[in-house]
């Protein structure tokens, strides 16, 4: 049995079982990836009631990250949820403000929400842009409440202004303390090495230490892990 016919097995084996689409996105959140996605979920013809996205992303549009998020939690109202087991900078971590769970692993790296990573359309200074980044992170927030905050601590705050570079690297310790509902999947199935999401989240892992570049030159590598394929000799 070929790789992608293995993946496609056990994505369709957890898809079913968790009532459930998962959609692959490692690629710059930028307008192509917008696109590619829209096509991508309105082809759909049986949709499952929830969305597990698995997120590999080096950053892009605070724009088209809000944009995708509130496209994606209208499609799939029941809920969604984001696999973040690689790099899910800027862009990436703007998105999982409005997710309603996070699963992490031992190669997540978040970034800040700062303008290099999480690009502001417009923003004449760092002081709109930064503004411009709340706005946007407070919005997704309003549903699920996945960012923390506390009388002392307030985790937007810390992820816009709390860093000294915005290369800085968020690991997943660091993460729980940000966000609500985060599960580290190497604690819940390292063990469970037969488990259809151990098996998709291998196939994840192993192509998050490559994520796709818009200036080298490489399209988004956005599709459905749960379908019918044609995966050839792959």
Known sequence: MQLFERLENAANGLADAW???LLYINSEIDHEALNRVTMETEERKDPGKNLFIFLITTGGSAEVAYKMMRY?????????GIFALGPCKGAGTLMCAGTG?????KSSEFGPLAPKTTVVANATSSHLAESTLKAYAERLNRDFRTLRKAHDFDALEQLVSGYPTSDFIIDSEEISTL??????????YEDEKEHDLYKVVQFVQHNASRPRKAALGQDPDIFYLNGEYDWGDE
Request: aromatic residues 18%.
């Open 72 to 80: 994606l939690n209208g499609k799939y109202w029941h809920g969604t």
């Open 101 to 105: 769970e996070i699963w992490v692993g």
């Open 19 to 21: 009532d459930a689409d």
């Open 179 to 188: 966000f609500n509902r985060v599960y580290h999947v190497d604690v819940e």
